[in-house]
Every structure is written in C-alpha cells, then in structure tokens.
C-alpha cells in the first residue's frame, strides 16, 4: 500500500544511536506527501488519542496487524552488483586469485546488455525482497551496463548510489577488462555522474553517483589523482576498497612506503562521505584519519571470514566513534541478506574477542581484547549506521527523515520466528527477529513511502 499522505499505527524498532534501541510501541507515523516522516506520535503524547480518531475517520489511517513489526529498511553499504551470479561460488581461493580467475572474468561480460539487464534486474528485486532498501554498487567499468543498473534502480524505486568502477593499471587489471586509460577512467566517471544527475526520472536524486577506484593496486596514480579532483569538484559519495587483506594491504604499502589510508589522503579520497570497505588492517593513525575526516567504513563480516583472513575490530571502531555500516560485499560474501550479515558480524565479533585454537587454554585463546558486539550494534549498523555513514536521512524514524522501511511478519507463512507470548517482550522480539528471521518473514517493504516488494497490509 502506498504510505505516502497517510498515517501509519505500528509497533517496530529503530536504533538512532549505537547500543540502545528504541522500542516503538503502538507509534503513530505520518508520511507527507514526498514519502517524508513528518511527525511520530507515541502513546500518551498530547494529541494522540485525537489523531488516531481523525486519522481513522478520514481512511488516513493504516495499520499495522498485531505479530507485525516495523523497522527502518536496510542499508547495504558495500555491494558489487555484477558478482550477484556467482554468489555462493568460488570462496576457496584467495583474493588476488578469485579477483582474476572468476570475478573480472564474470564482470567483463557486463559489455552485453542483455547478459546486464538480466542480472541487474534479479539483484534489484532480490535486495528489495531482502528489505534493503538502500544499496551502495560497484557497477563495471562499461558505461552502457552502469547506466542501465541506475535505469533498474530508478525502475524498481530502490535507493542506490551506483559507481563505474575506474581500473586501469596495466599491471593488476587484465587486457579484457580494465579502462584503456586514466582518462578513459576520469571521463567515464564524470559521465555516470552526469547521466544520474540530469537524469529525468532522477528529480528526487534517488539515484547518486559515487567516484569508484576499484582499489589502490588496479588504478594508477594519474587516475587516483583525477578521482580524487572529480570527487571534490562534483561533491560526490566515494567508495573503495581500503586494506582488505594482507595481499592488497601489502601491494599498497610496496608501492608507497604507505597505508592506503594515507595514500587515498594524499588523492583527496578520503572524505565526508567516502565509504571504505572492509577496512581489517588499519592501523591506528589510519583510524584516527579516517575519524578526522569523518569518512565511513563498510563492515563486510561474510566476505572478510573467506577473504581477509582476518577479523574487523568492529567494536572499537564503534568506540572511537568512527562512522560504521554494514556490506554484503555481493559476492565476496555469500549472501544477499542484511539480516545473515548481522548474524555474522556478532559471530565474528565473538571469535574475535574468545580466540578459537581450542588446543590453548581460555585466557591464552586470543591476545585481542573485547570485541563482542550484540544485536544493537550489528542492527544499528545494519540501518542508521549506514545512512550516517552516507549522509543520507535514512535508516531511523525520525521525522525529516525518508520512510524506508520494512515490515517483519512474526507469522509469516515459511517465516523462521517463533516468538512466545510469555517470553518475548520489547527488545527481545527485535533479537529474536535479528537472529532468526528471513525473506519469508519480509512483508513489506517501502521506499520513500512508496511500497516496493512485499505482499503488503
Ligand atoms: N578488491 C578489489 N576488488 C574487489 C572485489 O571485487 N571484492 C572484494 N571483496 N575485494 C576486492
Ligand atoms: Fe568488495
């Protein structure tokens, strides 16, 4: 059902700030015109009695049944949108290897449109059916496909900001795949961003364009340098991927003498709104530049277990006060879920702090410190941790913000919750749905007021 201009009962969860939820109980929610959170009433308010009255008697008034819960839509902060056909394939390798061997491979047959259309239109639908609602993309390196992935995103109403990505040093990237030059790279890149912004279904800016150097190993300093210029004269998002592994970390260290963190300052890439993958081998003077500059990190627990080999130290991120949110990395991660990626993030988060050689004692399992993170933390990364980190009024209800925004139906036919009537209140069902929940129990799920997938109420 369409949200816009009515007012909306529910019971639901938002996390405006990491480690406390806020409970919803029977809020009311109205919705302007433009898809808007324009006021949340809650029970006992001054007023509230009288609009629900109002509301209800006008047909303003939608609402929630009981077993449903409302919950501000996902923010998937790192996806590669071409990987989506080989998710689940090809973890077994390392990086530099699955990176040459199956994923340029796979994103050098972006060049035909239809084999594009396809599979850019099964990872839309898929991700809204997910409840993501707003998606940070790798695309490719081909303009065509790229224009017609922010064509499907505009399509299908998801909120997305979509990059070309720009590789083009001979030595990483292969002849089949890469830009032909830095100033291919730069002129495409200052094309997509063109292409989104005048685009005319684009009015609401839905859609926005990201500066995208693949990482530092497949681009050359020209074309960093030229990046690093686009971003500050169009004022755009930026993503990369920023030492990921020991091998990428490595590369960049040989070449430099310094961390990509360092070497991305120097480019002008590390800014407000620059989104840095992964992220596991920072040190801490690259944490404490990335904090300065306000930039964000995007968590990737999945991908990080099978190509990091090394765990992201989440918790202290967090308490630094460092602006986190949480990616798939489609398809260096195996899942398209939001919600199995927070399950991993705390498991990961666990791992980290316990050690895991069960040939050593306890206490001599792991050196690391705490680093346990609970279902607060990975669901406030999981949403308004990820608007935070792109700057964007998403992922809470708060009035000025965007309703995205999902409805999780604890009775759901094939749904995986199982929620006891003496044993689960408040908080609890939101961890119990964080732990156990799945697509089947997604029954709606709006952008911008508007309903997107989902069967609806
Ligand atoms: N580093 C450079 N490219 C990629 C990619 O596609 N996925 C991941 N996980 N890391 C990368
Ligand atoms: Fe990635």
Redesign the pocket.
Known sequence: MDLRNRTLRASGFHSPERGTIDVLEDVLIDIDGNGRIAAVHRTGDPGYDVICREHDASGRLVTLPAGSYLLPGFVDLHV?AP?YPQLGNALDVP?EVW?QTY?FPLEARYRDLAFARRAYGLLVDDLLSNGTTTALY?ATVHQEATRLLVDLCLEKGQRALVGKVAMDNVDECPDYYRDASPDAALDGTRALIDYIRSHPENAESRVLPVVTP??IP?CTDATLEGLGAIAGECDCHVQT?CS?SDW?HGYVLARYGLTDTEMLDRFGLLRRRTVL??GNFLTADDLEMIRVRQSAIAHCPL?NAY?ANAVFPLRAALEKGLHVGLGT?IS?GPSASMLENCRGAILVSRMLQTGVDPRLEADARSTFGPAQINFRDAFHIATAGGGIALDLPVGQFTPGYKFDAIVIDTDADGGTVRLWDDLDHAENILQKIVYTASSANIAAVWIDGEQRSGSGI
Request: charged share 15%.
């Open positions: 590669h990987q990086l990176l994923t790798f693949r990482f497949s991927h990921e990428a993958a992964h991908s190509f990395d260096g």
